[in-house]
């Protein structure tokens, strides 16, 4: 079955640091690939995607390249603020470009300290 | 963007009695609806799908007499969680996808607790 691995948080980090959030996957097709940031407090917002290989997502500041070779899609920012704290999710959908059936990690909560 | 709302946000209920979630989107129709399940550094672990107008489809090891989903309008799920148990504490999210959008839109989840 499909699976999502990413790195284990806690994450803290001083602001304007780089930020490097690891994720690799296991799917049987070729799935879509998903970053989702959940604010304290809020529900799941979709930070951004990529559809295919070398495909890469980007919203503010965020970034994420679909590598199939290495079957990952790490998020990277490369200077954080203490407004990005929040809770990252790695996700993938193997239903095209929809987001249908999602396959959840468990989760990176990032803390940003001024 | 789109948004869904979740109800209650919290609660708290003694074991045996029944617990009602509601989840509607509030500027859109939603087609399908999704209930998740998140336990403390967990992933969220699809519990079912619903349609509206038709019986919803529950994720293997998911017990359907137990987790009650009703889908029956296009801005409106609810999970019932029956005769509710200690092991069924967990935090409850939904989803809603619409036809004018190609992703899932979240509400911001229900804490249950079960005495």
């Known amino acids: 079955g499909n699976s999502v691995t990413q790195t284990e948080g806690p994450v803290t980090l001083s602001e304007e640091a780089f930020l490097t959030i690891n994720c690799t996957y296991t799917?049987?097709?070729?799935?879509?690939l998903f970053w989702y940031v959940q604010y304290p407090g809020e529900g799941l917002q979709l930070l951004l995607k990529?559809?295919?290989?070398?495909d890469k997502g980007s919203n503010k500041g965020f970034e994420a390249t679909y590598r199939k070779e290495t079957t990952s899609f790490h998020l990277e920012k490369g200077s954080v603020q203490v407004s990005d704290s929040a809770v990252y999710f790695c996700?993938?959908?193997?239903?095209?470009?929809?987001?249908?059936?999602?396959?959840f990690g468990k989760g990176t909560k990032l803390s940003v300290i001024p | 963007g789109a948004v869904v709302s979740q109800h209650p946000s919290w609660v708290i209920c003694k074991s045996g009695t029944s617990v009602k979630i509601e989840c509607r989107s509030l500027?859109?129709?939603?087609?399908?609806m999704f209930w998740y399940r998140q336990f403390p550094k967990q992933s969220l672990m699809l519990m079912a799908t619903?349609?509206?107008?038709?019986?919803?489809?529950?994720e293997q090891g998911v017990e359907k007499d137990k987790f009650l989903i009703n889908h029956a309008s296009l801005t409106l799920s609810t999970l019932t969680v029956t005769s509710a148990h200690p092991e069924d504490s967990s935090f409850y999210i939904c989803?809603?996808?619409?036809?004018?959008?190609?992703?899932?839109?979240f509400g911001p989840g229900t804490r249950l607790t079960v005495l």
């Open positions: 990529a559809t295919k290989a070398d």
């Open positions: 619903s349609n509206e107008g038709s019986k919803a489809t529950y």
């Open positions: 989803s809603a996808i619409g036809q004018r959008y190609n992703e899932q839109f």
């Open positions: 500027d859109f129709q939603a087609t399908t």
């Open positions: 996700a993938l959908s193997d239903q095209g470009a929809g987001s249908y059936q999602l396959t």
């Open positions: 799917a049987t097709g070729y799935p879509s």
